[in-house]
């Protein structure tokens, strides 16, 4: 059974920051990329920032230079360390895994609400 488990979420002042991570399970995790999606109400889900198993990470414009995305494959864990927030990052965020080579194999997890908010 694939499990994606998000955690890190919560209530964070602008310019403050957050660290989401996800723990996997039932995938072979080391070939699969991983990657953070976002959803605010009324709007479509998007991508926020993804790792390759070799290591390549792409962001959404929105995040360059505060957020980075990382990888422990030994832990089998993907996180998402969030700086410099701003009232526009606030949405769920989730986690998901799509494997590098049959991208029919694409696992969510259950997200976890991020509110940037004085």
């Known amino acids: 059974q694939v499990q994606l488990v998000e955690s890190g979420g919560g209530l964070v002042q602008p310019g403050g920051s957050l660290r989401l991570s996800c723990a996997a399970s039932g995938i072979g995790f080391n070939t699969y990329t991983m990657g953070w999606y976002r959803q605010a109400p009324g709007t479509q889900r998007e991508l926020v920032a993804a790792?390759?198993?070799?290591?390549?990470?792409n962001y959404a414009d929105s995040v360059k230079g505060r957020f980075t995305i990382s990888r422990d494959d030994a832990k089998k864990t993907v996180y998402l360390q969030m700086n410099s927030l701003k009232p526009e990052d606030t949405a769920v965020y989730y986690c998901?895994?799509?494997?590098?080579?049959?991208?029919?194999?694409?696992?969510w997890g259950q997200g976890t609400q991020v509110t940037v908010s004085s």
């Open positions: 790792v390759t198993s070799g290591g390549t990470t």
């Open positions: 998901n895994g799509r494997h590098w080579r049959y991208s029919a194999y694409s696992y």
